[in-house]
């Protein structure tokens, strides 16, 4: 990210000369940068997501284990 922000910053001020526009678009990098990490971080953890509530839960294994402490009070 920063490799590139820095070739965009040099490119735009080559090509114009202007240290605001290079500012500018380096920002505009960055801005852009930001944005496509934050989708594909959505999009990376909706499908972990998805798959796991789509998954059946497993039949054979017990749901409740017996044994434990009983909130009736008594033993």
């Known amino acids: 990210m920063f490799a590139t922000s820095t070739v965009v910053a040099l490119w735009i001020y080559l090509a114009t000369g202007s240290f605001w526009k290079s500012l500018a678009w380096t920002l505009l990098i960055l801005v852009i940068f ?3 990490y934050f989708l594909f971080s ?3 953890f909706n499908t972990l997501w998805t798959k796991r509530t789509e998954e059946k839960p497993n039949t054979a294994e017990p749901t409740r284990r017996d044994g434990g402490v009983s909130s009736k009070g008594g033993r």
Do not use: E, I, K, S
């Open 34 to 36: 930001q944005v496509g």
């Open 42 to 44: 959505f999009a990376l």
